[in-house]
């Protein structure tokens, strides 16, 4: 386990609206921008019906409950004159005509048409009160009924346009996903030892998940609030710029809050996305190594290394709930206050007779309505804050390209029994995993066709990072290896591994079947190849004891399996590639006899008629080989065959005779 924090999230991060960052996304959305430009045209279809519904508040009070047109000066005794209400009936209709009759008194005449108070209402019938206003009572139904048709179009308009940004966003996300999935893949060796596990997974899952809310959540409401806003300001203003200019008074102090809270909250947001990536990267590198950890009884000191943590998360999530826990309530504050003052300054205007009673009804539901965006914008600052870092660490990674480079490419050719293997020339090769920590000084040899080379020296030699290279995981810092007279670079990376098996010290399994474990392609091989593939391989007897044979779904690392099974199955997956060259890290040192012996048997059949390069952990090993290439401290100390080798008395004869002595003890 290593408690150095080596989750650390990238050094710099950008301003979070950067537009270059918007420019770098663009590639990803203008494909779906037909669907985000109808998504669009929807909002705008939604915030119409939105800014009709107050409205139609208005049409109501004025027209049919409080109508304006009644607004006249009745006479006062005292002298001068009052405001006062009236409603306004013709006398040629019948049922109307019936009411006055009953009530003359408190009906008067003007224009040929009969008018009472409204305050004089009350004295009447509840059914002689229905007769006279049963216009009024119609036409409040049919505003009804088209409000309730505004509210439905509004949700089926909803409804289409969440549809289609979560179609659009998740699209995106798709081609975001896939382009990451595939730059990680084409990377070099170097590029994973720079980048923890637990970073490129967060990358792959939360960060493309935060770009997907971007998308799907805030993009549409934040649409929708900007033309909510718009439109709102653009209503009150027709209807009454003065009442427009009372409520927007409190807005310099709501523009001032909000500068307040989006400094506070980026910083406070940003730093707990860093501890959240600390947080998973601790419990990735926990359970990768958990078996050392109880092994160790590190379980106490790990669990207080999380527990600093997770207490420092809980901080920053406290400290950005009482960032939003001041906004919001200061939000709702000046809204009521905005409202406070419309009511105000709106019912002197009513009194007055400059605005009718509906229009000050209609300008307290828009003002309302003005500051629910705001609440809205807010609320959502912390999806837009969460995308753009998420964008920043997504593409920061697209940018971290380690990817072997290629001069040029040549054609495969696949092997044939009169090609196969393939000649190996290291020239003055030079390697190092970090520029101040030299591996390889200058290795140069030769594998001609067929032809089989043990390497062999201590721990930490390089004789490893020697198959590495070959595989041209890693490319030398100085020199250079040739395949077949062509150097590496040259190769198609896909080409030359094509030609090349790897057998590892310790093979990885993956989740699958033993078939899909062996076989690239199970598809396009027969039963009975597979079967000789497995035969070659000396893995009958493990196919055999499997419960469903090769069929069998193994689980990650192939856990269920001893090391010599698994080392049986790297084989048999070398044999299923065909290869002109094998590449063996001999790993039979922690094995039983009986499995050291089939494993042998099957690398005999594997090592015929191919070009072989044995890292041999037993000396006895080398023996086999042709040649044998002896390294120390990652310089070639000397080469030659077994017996030569040892007649010279050098580093390879003092090794063997370490190896007799501790077989002796």
């Known amino acids: 386990m290593r408690f150095d924090h080596g989750y650390a999230e990238e050094d710099h991060l950008g301003k979070p609206y950067d537009l270059h960052l918007l420019r770098r996304l663009w590639p990803f959305i203008g494909r779906y921008r037909r669907l985000l430009i109808g998504s669009v045209l929807l909002v705008v279809a939604i915030t119409l019906l939105d800014l009709a519904l107050p409205y139609f508040t208005k049409l109501a009070i004025d027209r049919h409950i409080v109508p304006v047109a009644s607004m006249t000066r009745a006479a006062d ?143 549409a409401l934040v649409f929708k609030d900007i033309f909510l806003l718009i439109g709102i300001t653009a209503v009150l203003v027709m209807m009454d710029w003065r009442l427009a200019l009372a409520g927007f008074s409190v807005l310099p102090v709501v523009a001032l809050s909000a500068r307040q809270f989006s400094k506070r909250a980026r910083g406070v947001f940003r730093a707990q996305r860093v501890k959240v990536a600390e947080i998973n990267t601790r419990m990735s590198e926990t359970i990768e190594g958990i078996k050392t950890l109880q092994t160790f009884c590190r379980e106490d000191d790990n669990y207080r290394h999380f527990v600093d943590l997770n207490e420092q998360n809980y901080d920053l999530g406290m400290r950005q709930i009482h960032v939003y826990a001041v906004f919001m ?57 969460n995308a753009m870092a998420s964008a920043e660490r997504i593409f920061a990674l697209l940018d971290t390209d380690r990817a072997l480079s290629k001069t040029a490419s040549v054609e495969a050719v696949g092997p044939t029994p009169q090609s196969r293997g393939g000649g190996i ?83 990885m399994l993956f989740s699958g079947t033993l078939r899909q474990n062996i076989f690239p392609e199970p598809a396009k091989v ?66 039983d006899s009986h499995t050291e012996a089939a494993i042998h048997g099957a690398l005999g059949n594997l090592m015929q008629g191919r070009t072989c390069i044995l890292v041999a952990h037993r000396l006895s090993t080398a023996r086999l080989a042709d040649h044998i290439v002896v390294i120390k401290a990652g310089r070639l100390e000397e080469e030659g065959d077994h017996a030569a080798l040892m007649a010279g008395k050098g580093f390879y004869w003092h090794l063997n005779e370490q190896s007799a002595q501790a077989a002796a003890d």
């Open 77 to 219: 005794p005292a002298g001068g004159g009052r405001l006062e209400r009236f409603l306004t009936v013709d006398p040629q209709n019948p049922e109307a005509a019936g009411v006055i009759e009953r009530h003359s008194h408190l009906f008067s005449f003007e224009s040929g048409k009969a008018r009472i108070a409204m305050r004089d209402l009350a004295q009447l019938s509840s059914e002689d009160q229905t007769l006279l206003r049963r216009k009024d009572l119609s036409g409040l139904g049919g505003l009804v009924l088209v409000f309730l048709g505004v509210v439905v179009l509004d949700f089926l308009f909803t409804f289409l346009q969440k549809m289609i940004m979560e179609y659009a966003g998740h699209k995106v996300m798709h081609d975001l996903r896939l382009r990451l999935y595939g730059h990680i893949q084409r990377q070099s060796m170097a590029f994973f030892t720079k980048q923890p596990v637990a970073r490129l997974v967060t990358r792959m899952t939360n960060d493309v998940q935060n770009m997907h809310e971007l998308f799907t959540t805030f993009i």
């Open 329 to 385: 309530p200061v939000i709702e504050m000046l809204g009521i206050v905005s409202v406070a003052i419309l009511i105000w300054v709106g019912g002197l205007r009513v009194l007055e007779d400059r605005i009718s009673l509906g229009a000050l009804v209609a300008v307290l539901s828009y003002m309302r309505m003005f500051f629910r965006p705001l609440r809205d914008l807010a609320e959502n600052y912390n999806i837009l804050q």
């Open 526 to 591: 027969t039963e009975s190849q597979a079967m000789q593939i497995i035969a070659a391989a000396n893995c009958s007897e493990l196919v055999a004891k499997m419960a469903q044979g090769l069929d069998t779904p193994l689980v990650k690392g192939g856990d269920g399996l001893s090391s010599g099974e698994r080392q049986l199955v790297a084989i048999a997956r070398a044999f299923a590639r065909d290869p002109d060259i094998l590449l063996l890290d001999e790993a039979t040192s922690h094995i």
């Open 425 to 507: 020339e290291l020239d003055r090769v030079s390697f190092s995993y970090n520029p101040d920590e030299p591996v390889l000084h200058e290795i140069s040899f030769q594998v001609q066709k067929g032809r089989t080379i043990a390497l062999v020296g201590p721990t930490g030699a390089g004789k490893t990072s020697i198959l590495n290279l070959m595989l041209r995981l890693y490319d030398p810092v100085s020199g250079e290896i040739r395949l077949d007279g062509m150097a590496l670079p040259r190769w198609d990376s896909r080409q030359l591994r094509a030609r090349i098996a790897l057998v590892p010290q310790d093979p």
